[in-house]
């Protein structure tokens, strides 16, 4: 879509070359800034000129430029003592996406689009990601994928405020996974997308629920929990009111195959 409102693309080298103001918009992949009208916006900041390394991988983990193309991280690999690094192409492939998206759209332009479906606010979310956030004229700050996201296109960016990248440590890439997903339609949005992972020796089980609730909720636990200690973890963390209703399921609907999927899960980790 042409954005007839644009006056202006800037191009900085640097991020303290930029002079935000209202009427500023950041431009990473795109895919959503040009599918639809930006009234508001009247200037474009583009930040590829910024040449943040897409994927930097660690003795102590990842680091995910907001940047970084979904067709980059899906030809990651990473060391063979990441056991959970083939969930970035599962959840890759949940994407509701043409091959145009996918070779412009971003990780970071997932996630700040704070969607209850975006995929890669499930897989960073589900990895323990952590969000390092740039704000005009401060110092950088920090916060968990899981409390970035705050409700259904909200989250904790203040005005001007950039996503740099999403760390994931590497204790969260050793565990083993297991996921689920479900859409009403074969290529559908998702309705729910629910991860497990779990830690050597059945320690350490955390359940990341997504797409059926309007932000990402986590469930930890010590150890593998019983069927029933799961279930009851559910009920109490997500009541009847707290499950996100769209027209790609409703809340009674999501919160039934929430609970299905999450044994499932239960039962694969075990």
Same mark, same amino acid.
């Given at each position: 879509?042409? =954005? ?24 990473? $992949? ?60 599962? @959840? ?19 996630? @700040? ?15 323990? $990601? ?20 705050? $409700? ?7 005005? $001007?405020? =950039? ?34 992972? =779990? ?7 955390? =359940?990341? +629920? ?36 769209? +027209? ?23």
């Amino acid at each position: 879509m042409n =954005l007839n409102t644009i006056a202006q693309v800037k191009r900085p080298k640097s991020f303290e070359d930029v002079e935000w103001r209202d009427g500023h918009a950041w431009l990473a $992949g795109g895919t959503w800034l040009f599918s639809e009208p930006q009234v508001a916006t009247d200037t474009l900041v583009d930040l590829e000129r910024l040449g943040w390394p897409s994927l930097t991988a660690t003795p102590t983990g990842l680091e995910i430029a907001a940047t970084c193309k979904i067709r980059e991280l899906a030809a990651f690999r990473g060391p063979a003592a990441w056991r959970a690094v083939p969930l970035f192409q599962k @959840c890759i492939d949940s994407f509701l996406m043409s091959f145009k998206i996918w070779n412009a759209a971003t990780v970071g332009g997932n996630i @700040c689009m704070s969607l209850p479906a975006g995929a890669m606010i499930s897989l960073t979310a589900a990895l323990e $990601g952590i969000c390092t956030l740039w704000p005009v004229g401060g110092p950088p700050r920090e916060v968990t994928v899981v409390d970035f996201v705050t $409700g259904m296109h909200t989250n904790v960016l203040q005005k $001007g405020e =950039l996503l740099r990248k999403i760390y994931l440590p590497s204790a969260a890439l050793t565990k083993r996974f297991a996921m689920r997903q479900v859409s009403l339609t074969h290529f559908g949005r998702s309705a729910a997308l629910i991860i497990g992972t =779990l830690g050597d020796n059945g320690y350490d089980f955390t =359940l990341t +629920v997504t797409a059926a609730t309007p932000r990402p909720v986590q469930l930890k636990f010590t150890k593998l929990p019983s069927a029933a200690e799961l279930r009851q973890a559910i009920e109490e963390r997500l009541p009847p009111d707290a499950w996100f209703a769209d +027209v790609h399921g409703s809340a009674p609907y999501k919160r039934h195959i929430t609970f299905y999927l999450a044994e499932q899960i239960r039962a694969e980790l075990s």
